[in-house]
């Protein structure tokens, strides 16, 4: 559609005339812009519209290329998180500990049933704690051996103090913590070491009688005092100093009450021994070990997550300002077109 | 290689547009001496930004429009500083040029017309009769809309026909 079509026949005589009159450069300016060389190259900041993708492209190699590194890397050293969870699982030394000093206990060792548990020395009493974690075969077996457990634990006198029995799809597991007689424990330990293989044992024997004598020798002095105060509580005594006396054996009284609570505690736990059996089925061949294609697409997805919450994170705190920007400029161009429209309607 | 066909592509534009730019700038003007100097400019300015320059975005005709404009906008804006700067009697001395400057051969009620109409309205009319651009390349040059544009010239040409008219009667 030609421009002057869209203008109303009353004007067509003027349009004509326009066009036909168009001023044309004189043959000084033509030669004046003929003869423009370019300006010699320099350095100029390229344009915005340029820039933007520009930097946006390099943004997202940037962070593609640190994903795909950082995946590439540790893919290599097998230390994803699943693995190490396997390994932690596999690889602790059996550890014993006595009076409070844990001891390694290298793993041959371990399974040698004869030391499998430190034997705890009678006539003293002495807080026995295991740790036993062991695999088994299946789920079927793990099942059968967690009620075995049990069952073994009350026929020795004991009892469960908890239990747990999960068995989430990869791998199953049962927790047990059983209190066992302490003159038992060695039986017991030694039937719960043929339920599987052993992953992992430990043992602290903690020393109680010292404890207990001093409690003893409490409770003794105790006794003494209250039997002196009582002797003298039967003479005659002025008021006040009766119900000072009186005071002071109700006291005393409440205090052997006490002592002697600790004492029956403090026997009571070296009566039982503490153990807790874990038992654990293997991992299954397709889930055990990732391949390293997975752990490379794992960790550099997880980067790209990161660097997506970054992204966002520094976009919500940015959004404002850019807003902001962007209203400033917006208004600027209506400002300054507005002050052009001004100036050639002056002119 | 890239960058001298670049120039050459500039020179052939620049012959090709030479007329056209110089005549929305007499338009714009109402100057002719002025619309050289910034027809001389404009085109300095289009070789040293010839680089930026995208096909994709608008013809070169429609771009050194723009740019011309652009100049003229600049020289407007300094004129004004001088004229406040300066006394009264050289904007007086100014407003009495009385020389018919718009076109070859226009009729003297058509150039005392045009030389009524202000830059603005005088600038549509350049760019959509003068120059034939269409709606939208006009529309781009002066920054506005393809309906603002197509007011503007219906305005425009009411206001010319008028003092056209007028002029004739008198």
Aim: aromatic share 4%.
């Amino acid at each position: 559609m030609s421009p002057l079509e869209l203008v109303d026949d009353r004007f067509e005589q003027v349009a004509r005339e326009l066009r036909a009159g168009k001023p044309t450069a004189p043959a000084q300016l033509r030669e004046r812009v003929e003869s423009l060389s370019p300006p010699p190259a320099r350095w100029a900041p390229p344009s915005l519209r340029r820039l933007a993708p520009a930097v946006a492209l390099s943004v997202l190699a940037a962070s593609l290329g640190v994903a795909a590194v950082v995946g590439v890397v540790h893919s290599g050293s097998k230390s994803g998180s699943r693995v190490e969870v396997f390994r932690a699982a596999r690889s602790p030394a059996p550890m014993t500990e006595s009076h409070g000093e844990p001891v390694p206990l290298p793993l041959g060792q371990a399974l040698d049933e004869k030391q499998r548990a430190l034997p705890h020395a009678a006539g003293r009493l002495q807080q026995y704690d295991a740790s036993l974690t062991l695999r088994v075969r299946d789920t079927d077996e793990l099942s059968r051996r967690t009620q075995q457990a049990m069952r073994v634990t009350r026929t020795l006198g004991g009892y469960v103090a908890s239990a747990s029995f999960d068995i989430p799809g990869r791998r199953g597991t049962s927790a047990l913590v059983l209190r066992v007689p302490i003159d038992r424990v060695q039986r017991a330990l030694a039937q719960f070491s043929g339920y599987g293989t052993l992953l992992s044992q430990r043992i602290s024997v903690r020393d109680l009688q010292q404890r207990a004598d001093a409690q003893s020798s409490r409770i003794t002095a105790l006794r003494r005092g209250i039997a002196a105060l009582e002797r003298r509580l039967e003479g005659s005594l002025p008021t006040n100093e009766r119900d000072r006396l009186e005071r002071l054996l109700r006291i005393e009284k409440r205090r052997l009450v006490a002592q002697q609570k600790r004492l029956r505690a403090t026997v009571r736990r070296a009566e039982l021994a503490r153990v807790a059996l874990t038992l654990v089925t293997p991992r299954s061949k397709a889930t055990a070990a990732p391949s390293r294609l997975d752990r490379t697409l794992d960790d550099a997805g997880s980067v790209l997550a990161r660097e997506l919450q970054i992204l966002l994170y520094a976009l919500i705190v940015a959004a404002p300002l850019l807003v902001l920007g962007g209203l400033a400029l917006v208004a600027a161009r209506t400002q300054r077109s507005r002050s052009d429209r001004r100036l050639l309607e002056r002119s | 290689m890239k960058a001298r066909a670049s120039a050459e592509d500039f020179a052939e534009a620049a012959r090709r547009h030479l007329d056209d730019v110089h005549a929305f700038l007499v338009y714009l003007t109402g100057d002719r001496a002025v619309a050289e100097d910034l027809t001389a400019e404009t085109f300095t300015r289009a070789l040293e930004r010839w680089h930026r320059f995208d096909p994709r975005r608008g013809g070169p005709r429609t771009w050194l429009c723009q740019l011309a404009r652009s100049t003229a906008l600049d020289h407007f804006r300094s004129e004004e500083r001088r004229r406040r700067r300066e006394s009264r009697y050289a904007v007086a001395e100014l407003r009495e040029r009385a020389e018919p400057v718009f076109g070859e051969g226009l009729s003297p009620a058509l150039e005392r017309a045009l030389a009524q109409l202000s830059a603005a309205e005088r600038e549509v009319i350049a760019l959509r009769i003068v120059l034939e651009l269409d709606g939208e390349a006009t529309a781009r040059v002066l920054g506005i809309s393809v309906s603002a544009c197509s007011t503007r010239l219906s305005r425009a040409l009411q206001k010319l026909e008028k003092e056209v008219s007028a002029g004739v009667a008198a």
